[in-house]
């Protein structure tokens, strides 16, 4: 009987931590992510329009729609990310609107320029 239960503690500790293995691994998906929006529907207090996908998918769409990566969807507006595609593995997360910023020759905020 002792047995049994000692079996049975393991095999939920290996099930437990397959769990949490399965979790982290979705967390950090390679596909950022991105909505299909209409880029001339730019509103300064709004964001982008989101759109349906199939127009980021077709030539013939109805709307000059493009993909937009990152940002804060409020509604069925999005603001704060980038057309860009960020790249794999460069360590920025757009989910919050905020990716990474590198500065070039003089391009920081801080630098003192000369």
């Known amino acids: 009987m002792e047995n049994a239960r000692r079996r049975l503690r393991s095999g939920t500790v290996v099930l437990g931590g397959v769990g949490l293995l399965a979790a982290a691994l979705t967390a950090c ?16 207090a709004k964001g982008y329009k989101v759109v349906s996908d199939k127009n980021c998918r077709t030539t013939k769409a109805a709307v000059n729609a493009d993909w937009y990566y ?15 595609k960020p790249r794999k593995g460069s360590g920025g997360s757009s989910r919050d609107g905020h990716g990474v910023h590198r500065g070039g020759f003089g391009g920081g905020h801080h630098s003192s320029g000369g």
């Open 29 to 44: 998906s390679s596909e950022p992510d991105k909505r299909c929006v209409d880029r001339g529907s730019h509103h300064l």
């Open 70 to 84: 990152g940002g804060k969807k409020k509604g069925s507006w999005v603001d704060g990310g980038s057309f860009t």
